[in-house]
């Protein structure tokens, strides 16, 4: 079974310009979450999608959206970009099996954006 | 979500069991207690999970106390390639919230 893919994995932008991240999850998981990784906050939870719907979010700007289409995929969007948003940015996906409580999130390997 | 507490470092030799601690005193009820690591440029993954009983698992064990208050990740053997951030988190059962909550978690070195 294939992981969780992002793509791309390295991007270099300018301050103000805009970005967008994507993620396939693993065939089958409908859920998907995105966080943002840095040196010096660690790694924030930025929203989850379930069926094409966001169901949590974290604590980001409004410049920081998101969508979900009906194969799972998802895209996370990063308007007006600031120097702070140069981070990894994870995707983590997750399907639901019978009768466990609890299913692992399955991350990918992450974008690393920078903004110059 | 309730908090956890983990020493920011660990240092281990090749081959010998790690006990890697995590407090977690304000632990509800109805709080999992997950572990994540994270190797050197990759993303998190899973190690194991648990509620109230010990649990074990090809990677690892989770040894948990009596009142939840704390928990142990035990890796029976380090070796170099269980270098890497571990992560104890809490997540509240039920329903389905995918937010994990991280912290700083422990770094663990493993020396040959």
């Known amino acids: 079974k294939a992981g969780v893919t992002q793509t791309p994995r390295y991007l270099i932008k300018t301050r103000g310009q805009q970005v967008t991240l994507s993620c396939s999850p693993i065939s089958g998981h409908r859920s998907v979450s995105w966080y943002q990784q840095t040196p010096g906050q660690g790694l924030q939870f930025l929203f989850e999608y379930f069926s094409e719907t966001q169901r949590n979010k974290g604590n980001f700007p409004g410049r920081f959206s998101g969508r979900q289409f009906s194969n799972s995929r998802s895209e996370m969007n990063v308007s007006t970009l600031e120097l702070g948003d140069s981070a990894l940015y994870l995707c983590?996906?997750?399907?639901?099996?019978?009768?466990?409580?609890?299913?692992?999130?399955?991350f990918g390997p992450g974008t690393r954006l920078t903004v110059l | 979500d309730a908090k956890t507490t983990q020493p920011n470092s660990m240092e281990s030799n090749e081959e010998e069991p790690v006990h890697l601690p995590c407090n977690h005193s304000t632990i509800s009820g109805t709080d999992y207690i997950h572990w994540y690591r994270q190797l050197p440029s990759q993303g998190p993954e899973y190690v194991i999970h648990?509620?109230?009983s010990n649990v074990n698992n090809r990677m690892a064990s989770l040894a948990i106390a009596e009142d939840r208050k704390s928990s142990t990740l035990i890796l029976h053997r380090a070796t170099l390639r269980d270098a890497a951030v571990y992560y104890c988190?809490?997540?509240?059962?039920?329903?389905?919230?995918?937010?994990?909550?991280f912290g700083k978690g422990t770094l663990l070195t493993v020396n040959p």
């Open positions: 983590a996906s997750s399907g639901r099996l019978a009768g466990l409580s609890y299913n692992e999130q399955f």
């Open positions: 988190i809490l997540r509240r059962s039920g329903g389905s919230n995918y937010k994990l909550t």
């Open positions: 648990g509620l109230t």
